[in-house]
């Protein structure tokens, strides 16, 4: 940033000050608008998709303000294609997708944790040539409590221009996505996305509705101090987990061990925390689960696409989370994922290649 040469100290103070604080003025539409140049050819319609999701993002955490106060907290009582007990904000939030990118101009076909099969949107094409893959509301066991919830998407192009997508093109690789990113609702509402040029964190300012940018170009700490896993699992874990667990709470000074447990339930928390500060999130094969409990398509890919962008890594504990062959659309798939260094040490052990 250039600073002016003024001889008047006050004026020089507020000069800088103007400067500085004009970055934070800087919305979402602006920025994402500035920075387009993935989508030329859609002429910016990668832009005010994500301005879409921001606007999904701000209903849900409205939903989420007052779920204490109307009833929506508890179940529906239904159980969804994962075999979990559907929470009624989970549903609100699935339906909070379809209600916005039922007339969206840039989405012609949608696939949520929440639906078993996708819901194709013909009306939407042939201008619309997205695909939107989310999981609506991550966290869900947090709902009742008032901890920290998030909101997972990926954004993958329609293969065909000349013909709608068919349900089998939503089964995409995490390499061919061309957005990806995640909103948390903590303290205060976040939207964080990639469009493979850098991780950038935007922050709600609810007192004008706009999303303002307040973390530009993140990156994730080579190496961190905490670890973020669910150790009640621990007697399930591979041997090589297990081993790698038990070296990150030995003491050592040296390699700032032991580190320190951070879980909060919500996944994107968990790994917003990561980004921040680094460090490692782990949710491992276990012996009668190998693929474990996330979901390929719409957690650990977007995900790991942000993390990797940020300078980390993201790996099953045999492969890089972004190479896994996608077959099936609510496919799981084990995930370790956050600072390099730690996810290098943590599939180094998971392999057999270290043992302390
Ligand atoms: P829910 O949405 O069912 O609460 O699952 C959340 C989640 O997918 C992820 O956000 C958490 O990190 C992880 O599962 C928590 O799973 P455990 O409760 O088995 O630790």
Known sequence: MRKATVRCPALLKTVILTSTMSQFLLTLSRFTAQKQTVDHEAGGG????LGQIGLVGKRIAQDLRRAGLIDILGTTGEVNV???????????ANETFLKVFHQSEHV?????????????LPENWPQAQYMLLFDPLDGSSNTDCNMPLGTIFSVVKS????????MDDLVCNGSEQVAAGYLLYGASTMLVYTIGQGVHGFTLDPGIGEYLLSHEQIRIPDRGKIYAVNEGNYHQWPEGTKKYFDYLKMKDSATGRPYRGRYSGCLVADVHRILIGGGIYLYPGELDKPEGKLRLLYEANPLAWIV?????????????????EAKQLHQRVPLIIGSANDVRDAVAFNQGRRES
């Open 46 to 49: 990668l832009a005010r998709l």
């Open 82 to 92: 994962q075999g979990e007990t559907v929470k009624k904000l989970d549903e609100i």
């Open 159 to 166: 293969k065909h221009k000349d013909q709608m997508p068919t």
């Open 108 to 120: 012609c076909a949608l696939a949520s944790e929440e639906m078993e099969k996708p819901v194709l």
């Open 308 to 324: 990797e962008q940020a300078g980390g890594k993201a790996s099953t504990g045999a492969m890089r989370i972004l190479d896994v």
